[in-house]
């Protein structure tokens, strides 16, 4: 019986782990750098965390920030994108595709983004986790 309860505790999945590395960035929101993020469903790409972090305005209010490594194999050699549509994030190595929240939408991936904390002081965006 205590074997089949530690065996029910291990983590399924075979998937490599992303790294953590330490983020704490900021941005100007209203800088000529960003001019995606003046507009709801806009983005922008920050080379900070393990292979980049791609913000998207939720509102004018509401940030979100996500590690560009793609939870199915962040050890390939493709970084997360926004694809042409706007709609959803894909990694172009495997497939696997996110909605603007993080959440998986399709692919082999199985787990959401690694999400940053973000706090929004007047036009700078802090980012951190």
């Known amino acids: 019986m205590l074997v089949l309860l530690i065996s029910s505790c291990k983590d399924s999945s075979n998937s490599p782990i992303i790294p953590n590395v330490p ?3 900021q941005l100007n929101i209203n ?3 960003y001019p995606e993020l003046r507009q709801d469903g806009g983005y922008a790409y920050l080379p900070e965390g393990y292979k980049g972090i791609i913000v998207v305005r939720q509102s004018a209010s ?4 996500f590690e560009r490594a793609c939870p199915f194999d962040p050890t390939n050699s493709c970084k997360l994108e926004v694809d042409q549509s706007r ?3 894909v990694d172009p190595c495997c497939g ?3 909605n603007l929240q993080g959440q998986v939408i399709g ?3 199985i787990q959401s983004l690694r999400q940053y904390r973000t706090s929004l002081v007047a036009s700078t965006l802090y980012i951190s986790n």
């Open 31 to 33: 800088s000529q750098l």
């Open 62 to 65: 509401v940030f979100l920030a």
């Open 87 to 89: 709609l959803y994030i």
């Open 23 to 25: 983020v704490d960035a």
């Open 107 to 109: 692919g082999p991936a």
């Open 96 to 98: 696997s595709q996110f």
